[in-house]
């Protein structure tokens, strides 16, 4: 993280205080970057359990999930009332933690500077977060097969089954919905996805962020090896790695989803999108893929437009009315 204006940051969040209440401030603070299906919860599970922080979705767009989730009885109108129960709640023994989708992060940006703005110093996204996680630390948690990211989140959102733990029995099974292949709804997964990871790692570079990375199949394959070095950069010492808690979702209706959706996907198999997605180049990949979809938007608009669907009507039309014209102008002369 760059160095900040130690004067304006203590401004702003003195004036926070003055003009609100006392707000919670953590000794030391940690914020989990991700996008769905990205081992978050793995991840943040195994700090709650450790009593490192209690990192959550505070910030969740579902404000109700919240409340049902975590008994938060609070306004979430209030950003003051809001901000303090995110920072209390996630706090353990001086620890903060929290993990943040990009969506979730632009709904703590909006909360935030409810109550950063009226200070009359402008700040930066970076510079809002510093108000209130002091010299927070960082992980970027991302997963190198989208695909298989997206086939897992397209059937999270049909059946609303995020995690299971590892000691859970398979009676839960029973009581599913059996999850529907829709090619278009993983595409747009898949685009979702490429977006996140771009959007996280434009901000971590735009504002030269130091960050840690951790990625879901180094974790899922290399548990207690990823976590060391989790401990390590975190500053955690003499605490026993625990077993994982949750287990894996994916199955064989997973694997076939995959073949059949990258069978009937053509543009995976464009040069570019293909060689940046082997290599985590997450950034090529959304950038080629949005110059697809913008040409597409473009070449769907143009054939759909009347003046383009009806252009030889208008052009023969527009000839015959010039024809007409120069026979009435030479007729009129004469």
């Known amino acids: 993280m760059p160095e900040m204006e130690p004067t304006r940051i ?15 401030r953590p000794k030391k603070s940690y914020l989990v970057l991700m996008s769905p299906r990205c081992g978050s919860t793995l991840l943040c599970n195994h700090l709650q359990k450790i009593h490192f922080g209690n990192p959550i979705e505070a910030f969740h767009f579902n404000q109700n999930r919240i409340r049902r989730e975590h008994g938060w009885e609070i306004d979430f109108t209030n950003p003051y009332e809001y901000m303090h129960k995110a920072l209390d709640f996630q706090t353990v023994d001086g620890i903060f933690g929290m993990k943040l989708s990009w969506v979730e992060f632009e709904i703590f940006l909006n909360v935030a500077r409810q109550l950063t703005e009226p200070a009359g110093l402008p700040l930066n996204d970076s510079e809002v977060l510093q108000v209130f996680f002091s010299d927070a630390m960082y992980i970027h948690l991302k997963r190198r097969n989208k695909i298989e990211q997206a086939i897992s989140y397209a059937k999270g959102m049909q059946q609303g089954v995020w995690a299971v733990s590892s000691d859970q029995d398979e009676d839960y099974k029973r009581y599913l919905t059996p999850a529907q292949y829709d090619r278009e709804h993983i595409e747009s997964c898949l685009d ?9 790692e434009n901000f971590l570079k735009s504002y030269g962020v ?13 548990y207690t090896q990823v976590m060391r070095g989790v401990y390590q950069y975190l500053g955690i010492r003499e605490v026993e790695i625990p077993d994982p808690a949750l287990r894996k979702l994916s199955n064989k209706q997973s694997s076939e989803w995959f073949e ?22 997450f950034a090529t990949a959304f950038i080629q893929r949005g110059m ?3 040409f597409q938007k473009e070449q769907l608009r143009w054939h759909r437009m009347p003046a383009n669907r009806f252009k030889r009507f208008r052009a023969l039309s527009f000839r015959i009315r010039r024809k007409l014209n120069s026979l009435i102008g030479q007729k009129d002369s004469s």
């Open 192 to 200: 979702n996805l490429l977006a996140y990871d771009f959007t996280w």
């Open 10 to 24: 203590d401004h702003v969040r003195n004036y926070i205080e003055a003009a609100n209440g006392h707000l919670p």
């Open 260 to 281: 059949r959706f990258t069978n009937e996907t053509p543009w995976l198999k464009h040069r570019t999108i293909a060689e940046a997605l082997e290599k985590g180049d």
């Open 292 to 294: 697809m979809i913008a």
């Open 210 to 222: 130091d960050h840690m990375v951790v990625w879901y199949e180094d974790l899922s394959d290399s």
